[in-house]
């Protein structure tokens, strides 16, 4: 089906910690690969994206791998800062399917 | 320049009363997107609107969903005889036409939905 799945639903790391979510789909049609982030009561909001002609993408902590034969894609957080807690969402183009969503909690 | 935004930011109504929801996407955005997302839980795709095409009504959840977008711009999802499961924050999303990068969706602040 179109579905993406998200792990884990929930994930909590020590200030300063990597943080890893993955997300995996089934449609290979999809060429275009977004991660929202959603902070307590406010709308989402892109953090960074990744198309298909590319495997890695970076800015700055964030960066987003893509393996396009296993239809994976993962996003990375380095040196994590509390105003890091939000919810992630991936999601893939083509109507934008999102995942359920990774409830991120940095523990300072 | 501005942003997507809603209104009502918040409604309140009846059990069985119709709401309108209204949106207006960012200028020059072709494709319209709501989403609806219950407390705690994830983005539920409603329908999709890009130019003139005939929109994509695939995730609407009963006949009592509706949407129309007129002129290319506002849109406005209705809500016919309410029901306490439709209680929810309703994002509504615009980009740039699918496949003209960049392809980010832009939401707005979202319309909190309180059925009684």
């Known amino acids: 089906g179109e579905n993406v799945e998200q792990h884990p639903s929930t994930l909590s790391v020590q200030e300063g910690d990597s943080a890893v979510i993955k997300c995996t789909y089934s449609d290979s049609a999809s060429n275009y690969f977004p991660w929202y982030k959603q902070e307590l009561g406010k709308r989402p909001q892109l953090i960074i994206d990744?198309?298909?002609?590319?495997g890695e993408k970076k800015d700055q902590r964030i960066a987003v791998t893509l393996n396009k034969t296993a239809k994976h894609f993962s996003l990375h957080i380095t040196e994590t800062q509390p105003e890091d807690s939000a919810v992630y969402f991936c999601a893939r183009g083509q109507n934008f399917v999102f995942g359920p969503g990774t409830r991120l909690s940095v523990l300072p | 320049g501005a942003g997507v935004s809603q209104s009502p930011s918040n409604k309140v109504t009846e059990k069985g009363k119709d709401v309108e929801l209204r949106c207006d996407p960012i200028s020059g955005h072709t494709a319209l997107y709501w989403y609806r997302q219950s407390l705690g839980q994830g983005l539920e795709f409603l329908i999709y609107?890009?130019?003139?095409?005939?929109?994509?009504k695939s995730g609407l959840p009963s006949d009592r969903f509706s949407a129309e977008r007129t002129g290319g711009s506002v849109s406005t999802l209705t809500i016919q005889r309410t029901q306490q499961e439709d209680s929810a924050v309703y994002l509504c999303?615009?980009?740039?036409?699918?496949?003209?990068?960049?392809?980010?969706?832009?939401f707005g602040p979202g319309t909190r939905l309180l059925v009684l």
């Open positions: 609107f890009q130019g003139n095409s005939a929109p994509d």
């Open positions: 990744i198309r298909s002609n590319v």
């Open positions: 999303a615009s980009s740039l036409a699918p496949g003209l990068a960049p392809e980010t969706q832009y």
